[in-house]
Every structure is written in structure tokens, then in C-alpha cells.
């Protein structure tokens, strides 16, 4: 009768005992796929910082040159290189 009673209490230790660890792998697995798609978003968000770094040190080079200096004081000052004729059409 004591082994009987021994051997269902030993079973229903184990049976909450599992219960308790799968509700914790559970939970475990909750907060992995959670930071999993963390992870994800940041690796796409380095990625696209990374791009765009890029470009904007090729557009700094780019303004850093003369003939984009030059370019820019055609267009917005209106200057010319010494001995250049300009143009104007009258009829705009």
C-alpha cells in the first residue's frame, strides 16, 4: 500500500514537473523568437545606414571636387571663365 501511494505521488511530481518545464522552454521559446526578429529589423536597419553612409560620402567627395564647385557657380551665380561669350535668348 506505501509502495501504491510512494509510486502516484512519485508520478504526479514528475507530471508537474514536466508541465513546469515546458511552460518554461515555452516561454523561453517566446523571447527567442522575440529577439530573433529584433535582431532582424537591426541587421536590416544597419544595412540601409550602411547604403547610405555610402552615398553620402560619395556626394561628399563628389562636392568636395571643382568641377562641382564650377558647376554650382555656373548655375547659381551665373559666372563665367574668362574669355567665355554667354549667350541670352531673348525670346523666353
Partial sequence: MKKEKSSKIGLIVVGVLIIYL??????QEKIF???KNEYVKLQTKITEETKKK??????????????????????K??????GER?????NK
Fill in 22 to 27: 515546458s511552460y518554461l522552454f515555452i516561454g
Fill in 33 to 35: 523568437s522575440t529577439q
Fill in 54 to 75: 555610402e552615398q553620402l560620402q560619395k556626394q561628399k567627395e563628389a562636392i568636395q571636387s571643382d568641377e562641382y564647385v564650377e558647376k554650382l557657380a555656373r548655375q
Fill in 86 to 90: 554667354v549667350f541670352v535668348d531673348i
Fill in 77 to 82: 551665380l551665373g559666372m563665367v571663365k574668362q
